[in-house]
């Protein structure tokens, strides 16, 4: 069993920075994959960005591709989301996901967070 907490959202302004960070306890083998996703009002979760818990993947969707960067502290059992150059669309409540696999498919990841929100002013 793996339980995730996220920290780190808030309020921002468009063109702003937050960093976003993940903790996770529980045994984290080497061939999970951890990534963040986003939920805006309205809308369904959505990928953001993922990486594999040994290695160096890392993967992200084309909307943050070079604004958001996302890495990990093996030893702390951290993940991060450092996220720049904001704009509206990029508000939402952001979460923490544990799986097997680097898919999109939110349903394929077995463990989450219970979320930050994330809120862009423009």
């Known amino acids: 069993q793996v339980q995730l907490v996220e920290s780190g959202g808030g309020l921002a302004q468009a063109g702003g920075s937050l960093r976003l960070s993940c903790a996770a306890s529980g045994r984290i083998f080497n061939n999970y994959f951890m990534g963040w996703f986003r939920q805006a009002p309205g809308k369904e979760r959505e990928f953001v960005a993922a990486?594999?818990?040994?290695?160096?993947?890392?993967y992200y969707a084309q909307s943050v591709k070079g604004r958001f960067t996302i890495s990990r502290d093996n030893t702390n059992n951290m993940m991060y989301l450092e996220m720049n150059s904001l704009n509206s669309e990029d508000t939402g409540v952001y979460y923490c996901?544990?799986?097997?696999?680097?898919?999109?498919?939110?349903?394929?990841?077995?463990?989450w967070g219970q979320g930050t929100q994330v809120t862009v002013s423009s």
């Open positions: 990486l594999k818990w040994s290695g160096e993947a890392t």
């Open positions: 996901a544990g799986g097997l696999s680097a898919t999109m498919d939110p349903s394929q990841y077995r463990y």
